[in-house]
Structures are given as structure tokens and as C-alpha cells.
């Protein structure tokens, strides 16, 4: 069988060192491993008075994680925390109440930054949320990445040993991982 990745990519820069990480952490995944972007952009500002009439582009968020096997965080960290655009979507994803998309899906947290924190307490706060929200996530290997341009092409390629055998593991960890929770939590 393949496994559905469903993709957000926590920044809305047209030049995000993120998406480039994910391009690279795709490229290294597993063979049965399909990813799909989950776009963040395009959605309003959540509020509660949506809840009886989703929007087309929150439901079509909802209708994206109802469709992947596990899902994957690649975000950047502003300001010690998450970037809003990230947290609106997640915010929508997990009303109405008691339609919680990310219920039991198993889920993985890794990010770049330029500094050498690698995102590391931004990845503290998302998974606060995303244990709020009852997600099963990976919570070993960690992946704070500190993104050095010459690293990274623009086509997933990894023009350094050590961080394309880490990024490998930390794939075919995930995929491990979204395998033994999927044969207890089918979706
Ligand atoms: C940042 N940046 C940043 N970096 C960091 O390591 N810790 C932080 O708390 C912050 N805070 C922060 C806030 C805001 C509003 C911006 C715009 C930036 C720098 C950030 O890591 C850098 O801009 C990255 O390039 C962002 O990732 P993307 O968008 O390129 O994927």
C-alpha cells in the first residue's frame, strides 16, 4: 500500500526556506510515501460564526486531512511560536465541535530557521496544539533544522552527507511511525 502525506507548510513567503526543506524531506522519503500540499493561504480568519457554513476553502482544508493517511509540519518559527497563518488552519481544521479533522492522525513536526534554534520552541507550541487536538505524533527524531542555503537546492537535492542521511531517518522514521498508528487507527 502507499501512504498519504498531507503537507503544510507553515510559511506564506514565495521565497520560504521551509518549502525548500520539504521539497528536500520529499525528495528522501520513502518510495510509498505520496505527498500533497495542504494550502494555508487562502483562508479567512477563523471565527466561530463559520461553524453552520464552512467557506469552500475551509472545507476543502477539512476535506484534505479526511483524505491523508498522516499528516507533516514544515513551519517556520515567528516569534518564538508558530506563524498565525498556521494556527488559523489548524483553528479551522479542529471546529465545528466535535468534527475535530485531526482526531488520532498521526502527524510530524520539523522546521528551518536561519539561527540555530532550528525552530525548536515553535515546535514546542505546535505541539501543544496538536496534542490539544489529538493528534498521534512522532515525537522522536527531532527535526530542529538550522537551513544553510548552499544545502539546499530548489529541486530537493541535498548537497551535504550528514543532513541528507538525518533527513532519510527522519522520513523513514515517520514512516514507521504513521504505520504502526494507522494499524490501530485505520482511516
Ligand atoms: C522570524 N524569524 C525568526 N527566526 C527564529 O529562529 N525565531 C523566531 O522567533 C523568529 N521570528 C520571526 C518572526 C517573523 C515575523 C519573521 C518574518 C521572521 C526569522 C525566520 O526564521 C526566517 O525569516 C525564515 O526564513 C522564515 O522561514 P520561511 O518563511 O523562509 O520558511
Same mark, same amino acid.
Given at each position: !500500500? ?9 510559511? =506564506? ?5 521551509? !518549502? ?6 520529499? $525528495?528522501?522519503?520513502?518510495? @510509498?510515501? *505520496?505527498?500533497?500540499?495542504? %494550502?494555508?493561504?487562502?483562508?479567512? =480568519?477563523?471565527?466561530?460564526?463559520? @461553524?453552520?457554513?464552512?467557506?469552500? *476553502?475551509?472545507?476543502? =482544508? ?5 483524505? /491523508? @493517511? +498522516? ?24 471546529? %465545528? ?9 498521526? +502527524? ?18 505546535? !505541539?501543544?496544539? #496538536? /496534542?490539544?487536538?489529538?493528534? $498521534? ?23 551535504? *552527507?550528514?543532513?541528507?542521511?538525518? #533527513? ?7 514512516? @514507521?511511525?504513521?504505520?504502526?498508528? =494507522? ?5
Amino acid at each position: !500500500r502507499t501512504y498519504r502525506v498531507g503537507t503544510f507548510i507553515g510559511s =506564506l513567503s514565495s521565497t520560504s526556506i521551509n !518549502r525548500t526543506l520539504a521539497k528536500a524531506l520529499m $525528495r528522501v522519503a520513502p518510495d @510509498d510515501l *505520496e505527498f500533497t500540499e495542504i %494550502p494555508i493561504g487562502n483562508l479567512p =480568519l477563523y471565527s466561530p460564526d463559520f @461553524d453552520d457554513a464552512y467557506p469552500p *476553502e475551509a472545507t476543502a =482544508l477539512k476535506e484534505a486531512i479526511a483524505a /491523508s @493517511d +498522516a499528516v507533516l509540519f514544515v513551519t517556520p518559527e515567528y516569534n518564538r511560536s508558530i506563524p498565525g497563518a498556521l494556527k488559523n488552519a489548524i483553528d479551522w481544521a479542529s471546529r %465545528p465541535w466535535g468534527q475535530n479533522s485531526f482526531d488520532h492522525i498521526p +502527524a510530524a513536526v520539523i522546521g528551518a530557521s536561519p539561527g540555530q534554534i532550528g525552530t525548536a520552541v515553535a515546535q514546542q507550541s505546535l !505541539r501543544a496544539v #496538536l /496534542s490539544f487536538c489529538n493528534a $498521534r505524533q512522532m515525537t522522536a527524531p527531532e527535526g530542529y533544522i538550522t537551513f544553510k542555503p548552499e544545502v539546499y537546492g530548489d529541486d530537493g537535492s541535498i548537497a551535504d *552527507e550528514g543532513t541528507e542521511q538525518f #533527513l532519510t531517518e527522519f522520513m523513514a522514521e515517520f514512516r @514507521d511511525y504513521m504505520e504502526r498508528v =494507522l494499524t490501530v487507527l485505520p482511516r
